[in-house]
Structures are given as structure tokens and as C-alpha cells.
């Protein structure tokens, strides 16, 4: 996977959209985002700061502390690491989290790091099936790694 020409990495932006579940799970999809798409419109990065504290109890430096996102080690690697938000500690309406899912599996050169509701830290990587094969036959990895096929 090599990255579009330019390209700089990936831009993170909040939107917290002051709705009830009751009234999400009543909307149409359209009605929910002409929602979303109003305050967007209101986005600046200052703002999107100061909601991501409100949102998270921070102290002014929420990224420093709790995102580091798509660090491009090198061309071909893109990291995304959400390992320190508190996704088990937000109340959805129905009890909090019991498990954190990447949306997709990484494609190759990309990993997802996510917070485990143990309190580890649950990493998925893509790889080529080479790389995977000589991977899963190292000793020490073997015991620690389950890899999926």
C-alpha cells in the first residue's frame, strides 16, 4: 500500500451533537446527518479541542496525553493508536462498552491499537501472507499473539 502522492497523514476532527438516544434511534438517517453536518459546520480545531475535554475530563492537553495518530514511521506504515481513550468508562444509554472493534480490518501497513476491556491493549496489524507465515513461526511471538487466518 503506498500512500497518494502529498499525502500527509490523517486529519482528526470532533463533532458532539447534543441529541438524546431516545431521539437517534427515532431519526432517519438523513435527519441525523443534516444533524451531524450542521455542527460540523462549527468545527475549528480550537473548538474541537475544548469539546474532546469536555468530552473526556481533560486538562487542556487531551491529544498530548491520549491520542498519538498516524505516526508515519516510514512511507509504507501508518499507526493509529486510541489505546488511551476512555471508551469503557462513556455510558451509551445502555450500560457502558463491553468490547472496542476496528470498523475494518487493517488493510497492509496499517494497525489499529484499541484499548482492551481487560485493560490491555488489543493490536491489529495487515500483513502480506509472507510476513504473516514467518511471523507466526517465531518462538516468542507464538506465545503471546494470536494470529488470525
Known sequence: M???PNYIGNAVGAVLVPCDTKDVLTMLIID?????????????PRATVHYLNEAFGGNGSFFAKSVYVCARVES???????SRLAYFDIGFGHGKPIALLAGTLPTEGMSFWLPSADGGIDMYYGLKDNVHTVLKRDIVLSKFIEFLN
Not at 509504507?76 to 486510541?82: E, F, K, V
Open 76 to 82: 509504507r506504515l501508518t499507526i493509529s493508536n486510541m
Open 2 to 4: 503506498t500512500p497518494a
Open 32 to 44: 441525523l446527518a443534516r444533524l451531524v453536518k450542521d455542527h460540523l459546520r462549527q468545527f475549528t
